[in-house]
């Protein structure tokens, strides 16, 4: 079955630190990658998401997140988080022909004014 | 602007009470899904709809059912609420894959079991 690991369960960052969150996935064939997030008391929402093409993606507020098929690995990135990042981000997959997504755990970032 | 809306944000029931969560989307989409969500084990999938009267099992659907009659309503029901099925309930909606994956989800309702 299809599962998605994301590493990090907690991260804690400094304001202007850089931020990768590490996501992989089990599934060998043709995958849509997602990341969404759930700011503090809001609904989740997508952040951006890969379904084919260039493998380097860019989200909303100055997210993005490159596509490594070699490493099933879809890891989030910013080079310089704010404040206002502090949120839970989870990564998800599906496996492109079947709707339903997988989610992984969760990694809640808490950024340091 | 896409919108899903669920019945409560929170609820307080009694073990052994019959509980229905209702999930209303207005975006005309086929899909329809219900999670849970717990500290530390992120979201699971209980079950999911890909159009009127059809409903699949997702990956923890026991203890629970679903109702969907009609396009824009999704309901969860706890048949007999236990403690354990104290949680976030996060209702999403989607189009069929091909066009858009993306979920849309609800605000959530946040079930206490006493």
């Known amino acids: 079955a299809q599962s998605v690991s994301q590493h990090n369960h907690h991260v804690i960052l400094s304001e202007a630190a850089s931020l990768e969150l590490g996501c992989n996935y089990s599934?060998?064939?043709?995958?849509?990658l997602f990341w969404y997030v759930q700011y503090p008391g809001q609904h989740l929402q997508l952040l951006l998401k890969y379904f084919s093409g260039d493998p380097l993606v860019k989200g909303i507020k100055g997210f993005e997140a490159e596509f490594i098929k070699s490493k099933f690995s879809f890891n989030l990135r910013k080079p310089s988080v704010q404040w206002s990042d502090t949120a839970e981000y989870f990564c998800?997959?599906?496996?492109?022909?079947?709707?339903?997504?997988?989610f992984g755990k969760g990694t809640r970032l808490h950024i340091l004014p | 602007d896409v919108k899903v809306t669920q019945s409560s944000r929170y609820l307080v029931k009694r073990t052994g009470e019959k509980v229905f969560l209702e999930c209303v989307q207005d975006?005309?989409?086929?899909?329809m899904f219900w999670y849970r969500q717990d500290p530390g084990l992120g979201l699971r999938l209980i079950y999911f709809s890909y159009d009127v009267k059809m409903k699949e099992k997702g990956d923890i659907p026991e203890g629970y059912s679903v109702s969907r009659e009609k396009k824009e309503r999704f309901s969860l029901i706890l048949e007999s609420a236990s403690t354990n099925q104290t949680s976030m309930y996060l209702c999403?909606?989607?189009?069929?894959?091909?066009?858009?994956?993306?979920?849309?989800f609800g605000p959530g309702t946040r079930l206490t079991v006493l």
């Open positions: 975006m005309d989409h086929e899909n």
């Open positions: 599934y060998g064939g043709t995958v849509n």
């Open positions: 998800a997959v599906n496996e492109g022909r079947d709707d339903k997504i997988i």
């Open positions: 999403a909606s989607s189009p069929p894959t091909g066009w858009s994956d993306t979920q849309y």
